[in-house]
C-alpha cells in the first residue's frame, strides 16, 4: 500500500509455505491503508449538491444512515428539495438527505440489475467488538463501498478462509476476516464491499478494462498458478503475487517473476515499520517500467 500511495507501480513477490489465508490477510491490510473516512452526520457533510449533479435515473445507489444500520439500495431518481427539506427520491421514495449519506455504487454494479424494482431496505452489518479493527467509524467502513483490493484466485476456498476469526484481545469477541476486507465475488451485486474476487481459470483480458477502471491500489494473485496466468494483466498499480513453494506450477511461476523483474527499473525495499518477515516467507519487491507488472 505505500508503494500505491507514492505513486510507484511495481510487484511484491511473497514466497510462501502454503497459500492459507495469506490473500486474505493482504486484503485486510490494503483496506485498511486505503480507507478514507466519508460519514460526516454534521450539515456541513451533507452531500446533496453532489447528488444533485449525478443523471436522475442512471445510478444504483446505497444510502448509509448516520443513526442506525437500516439503509437502501435502490435508483436516483433525483435529488429534491421537499418541504424546505433537502432529500433524495430512490426507488420511488423520498429519504431526507440530513440522516443518509449517499454511495454510489459502481462496477460491478449493473443500473440495468435494479431497474423497475422500488427501494430495497438493506441493513449495513457492522460486527460488534470489531472497532479497534476497523479504520474508522463502524458505519462509515461498514457502509460505503470502495474496490480497494481485487484478489484473484480459487474464489470459493478465498470465501472460506475468509470466515478465519481474529480478535482485538483476549476479552473480545472474534471477527471473521471477511469483516475487514469485506470481499464479494464479481458477479454479486448491491452489497457493501471492500474487495472484489476474481475466479483465476476466467481469461484475464475479460475483467483488465472494468478492474483497472475502478482503480483499486492493489491486485493480489493468490496461488502460484494464478501467477502464471494473470501476472501480465496489469490491473492495479501494485501487484502482490503469492507463490507456494510446494505448488506443481511454483517452478514456473518463479520463472514468470524472474522474467518481469530483468525488466524492473530498480528493486525496492520493504516498507520502513513493516514487521519482520516469518521465518519459511521470502519478499521481493521491485519498481515496474511502464506497461510491465
Known amino acids: 500500500m505505500e508503494l500505491s500511495l507514492q505513486g510507484v507501480s511495481g510487484t511484491v513477490a511473497v514466497s510462501v509455505p502454503a497459500r492459507e489465508f495469506a490473500s486474505g490477510l493482504v486484503g485486510c491490510g490494503a483496506v485498511y491503508a486505503a480507507f478514507e473516512p466519508q460519514l460526516d452526520a454534521s450539515p456541513q457533510g451533507s452531500q446533496f449538491s453532489s447528488a444533485a449533479r449525478l ?18 439500495v435502490g435508483i436516483l431518481n433525483e435529488a429534491v428539495s421537499k418541504h424546505n427539506c433537502e432529500g433524495y427520491s430512490v426507488g420511488g421514495g423520498w429519504i431526507p438527505a440530513d440522516r443518509y449519506r449517499m454511495d454510489v455504487l459502481r462496477w460491478p454494479d449493473d443500473p440495468a440489475d435494479f431497474m423497475g424494482q422500488r427501494r430495497t431496505l ?116 501494485v501487484t502482490v503475487a503469492l507463490v507456494e513453494r510446494t505448488a506443481a506450477s511454483g517452478e514456473a511461476a518463479a520463472g514468470i517473476l524472474d522474467r518481469f523483474r530483468a525488466r524492473r527499473l530498480q528493486d525496492l525495499p520493504l516498507p520502513e515499520g513493516l514487521a519482520r518477515v516469518p521465518a519459511g516467507i521470502e519478499v521481493l519487491a521491485w519498481q515496474s517500467r511502464a506497461g510491465n507488472s
Open 55 to 72: 443523471e436522475p435515473g442512471s445510478h444504483v445507489v446505497r444510502l448509509i444512515p448516520t443513526r442506525n444500520t437500516a439503509g437502501f
Open 122 to 237: 438493506e441493513h449495513i452489518d457492522i460486527p460488534s467488538d470489531a472497532d479497534g479493527l476497523l479504520p474508522g467509524a463502524p458505519a462509515d467502513f461498514c457502509g460505503f463501498s470502495a474496490l480497494h483490493c481485487a484478489i484473484v484466485g480459487n474464489v470459493a476456498a478465498i470465501q472460506q478462509e475468509s470466515e478465519t476469526l481474529i480478535a482485538t484481545s483476549m476479552v473480545s469477541q472474534p471477527v471473521p476476516l471477511s469483516a475487514l476486507f469485506r470481499p464479494r465475488a464479481v458477479h454479486q451485486k448491491g452489497r457493501q464491499f471492500r474487495s472484489v474476487l476474481l475466479p483465476a481459470r476466467e481469461d484475464p483480458e475479460d475483467y483488465r478494462g472494468p478492474v483497472a477502471g475502478r482503480k483499486p491500489r492493489v491486485v493480489v494473485l493468490d496461488g502460484a498458478a494464478t501467477v502464471c496466468r494473470w501476472l501480465g494483466a496489469g490491473m492495479a498499480p
